[in-house]
Structure formats: structure tokens, C-alpha cells
């Protein structure tokens, strides 16, 4: 099976410090997939060699078989969401969506409208004048509308309170299944990464100490530590 992310021995650098070392990974294509670590443990950095906005210093990485940022097709194949809210406060909904279909060969100005008005916002309000979940969705919905094989977000919900969190994460959900998205996510939080992820990738200090399916990786916990007593 394709992997949506395989990384051999990647390892970035800055200054004389490691901020990724010896990462291996083999992500399945299909899935939507966390990134989980405390802050600083290099989850942005494993984000940005993903979506090929930083180059390794050590190892390989290859995002859908490709290297990434290695051409308009590979980047076309990937939608990232940043982790600094990537919207423009002077600028309308509506005129996000005509700047993502000015900037997007693939844009699917159809779903993004649709999007729009299921989330029952004001294509006329300024992005500058939503909230921060709302704000967040305009995010996901610029994402998704450019219409990749896999959507990579960096902390999406760090900053919303737990309602706007759980209504985006039930959103991307959702829309990952529509559309046939793959989706790497992460979070400093495991909370917020159980309810949607079928696969998980825990990383701490610069490297990853335990990857794989959700199912397995409970399964080995509940061989390890026996059935659950409860209280
Ligand atoms: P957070 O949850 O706080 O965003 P993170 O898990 O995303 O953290 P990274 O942002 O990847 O972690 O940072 C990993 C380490 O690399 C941290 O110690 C950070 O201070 C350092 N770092 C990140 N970017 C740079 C940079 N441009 N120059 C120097 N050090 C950096």
C-alpha cells in the first residue's frame, strides 16, 4: 500500500541543535492520522518537511511516493493548514474563495461554497470579524476546496475552547471521509487526536517513540497492562 508519509533516518538541524533526529515512519495512505507531542518536541518541523517548506538536514522523507516541494504537481497533491490562523482579516470570505481559485488549479469553488453556507457564514463578513472557530473552519474550508490527496494541519484546534474544537474536528472528520482525504494533524493535546484518528504518531524530544494504528496500538496497551478494571 502507497505510504502517505515515509521517512528514513529524517533528521532536521537547526543551528548546532536537533530538532528531529532518526525519524522513521511509514504512514499509511486512507487514514487521518495524528501527530501528538509536547510543545517543542518538533511537530512543525516534521509538518514543514512534509509540505516541503524546510529542507532535512539528515535522511529522507517521501510524502505520496513523492519528495515534497519537489513541483507544482507534488504541491498540488498537498493542502496545508498553518499553525498561525492563514486567513486575512481584511478580506472577505468570498474573497478568500476567489484568492483560492486564483491560486489553485484544482479549486472546487462549488464545495467551497457549499461548505460555506452549511457552516451558516456570511460570505459577505470579513475574516477579521469571525471568531476563532469560525475563523478556523474558513481555514479548513480553503483547505479542503483546493482539493488534495492529503490535508496536513499544524495544531488546528490549539486555540479554540472545546466546543469550536470539537465542532471543527467533527468537520474535518467528516470531510476526510467525503472526500477521500488522507489527513495528518497534530496536537500537543491526545485528547483532541483520539475521537478522529485512526492512526497515531507520538513524538517527544526531537524523536518518535511509538507509531501505528489506534486499534493495535490499544490492543498492545490492554495485552500489556490486562483487562480493564473499573473502580
Ligand atoms: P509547539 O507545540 O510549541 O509548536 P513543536 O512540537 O511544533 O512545538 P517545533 O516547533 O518543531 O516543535 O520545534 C522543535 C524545536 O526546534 C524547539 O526546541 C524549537 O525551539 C526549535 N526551533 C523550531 N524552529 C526553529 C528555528 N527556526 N530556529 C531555531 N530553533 C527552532
Not at 2 to 15: D, P
Amino acid at each position: 500500500m502507497t505510504a502517505v508519509l515515509r521517512a528514513e533516518g529524517l533528521g532536521k538541524k537547526y543551528g548546532s541543535r536537533w530538532a528531529l533526529s532518526d525519524c522513521d515512519l511509514d504512514v499509511p495512505d486512507g487514514h487521518v492520522a495524528g501527530l501528538v507531542g509536547p510543545n517543542g518536541a518538533g511537530k512543525t518541523t516534521l509538518l514543514n518537511l512534509a509540505v516541503g517548506q524546510l529542507t532535512p538536514t539528515a535522511g529522507h522523507i517521501r510524502v505520496l511516493g513523492e519528495r515534497p516541494g519537489s513541483g507544482p504537481a507534488q504541491l498540488a497533491k498537498v493542502g496545508f493548514v498553518a499553525q498561525d490562523t492563514p486567513t486575512y482579516p481584511g478580506l472577505t470570505i468570498a474573497e478568500h474563495l476567489r484568492l483560492g481559485a486564483r491560486l489553485n488549479p484544482g479549486w472546487d469553488d462549488a464545495l467551497a461554497r457549499d461548505r460555506i453556507a452549511r457552516l451558516g457564514l456570511d460570505p459577505g463578513r470579513k475574516a477579521g470579524r469571525l471568531s476563532g472557530g469560525q475563523r478556523a473552519q474558513l481555514a479548513l474550508t480553503l483547505g479542503i476546496a483546493k482539493r488534495p490527496r492529503l490535508l496536513v494541519l499544524d495544531e488546528p484546534v490549539a486555540a479554540l475552547d472545546p466546543l469550536a474544537r470539537r465542532e471543527f474536528l467533527q468537520g474535518l472528520m467528516e470531510a476526510a471521509a467525503e472526500h477521500q482525504l488522507s489527513v495528518l494533524l497534530s496536537s500537543h493535546l491526545v485528547s483532541d487526536l483520539e475521537r478522529v484518528c485512526d492512526y497515531l504518531v507520538v513524538l517527544v524530544d526531537s524523536r518518535v517513540r511509538v507509531a501505528g494504528e489506534v486499534d493495535h496500538l490499544l490492543a498492545t496497551h490492554h495485552r500489556l497492562t490486562g483487562p480493564r478494571r473499573d473502580p
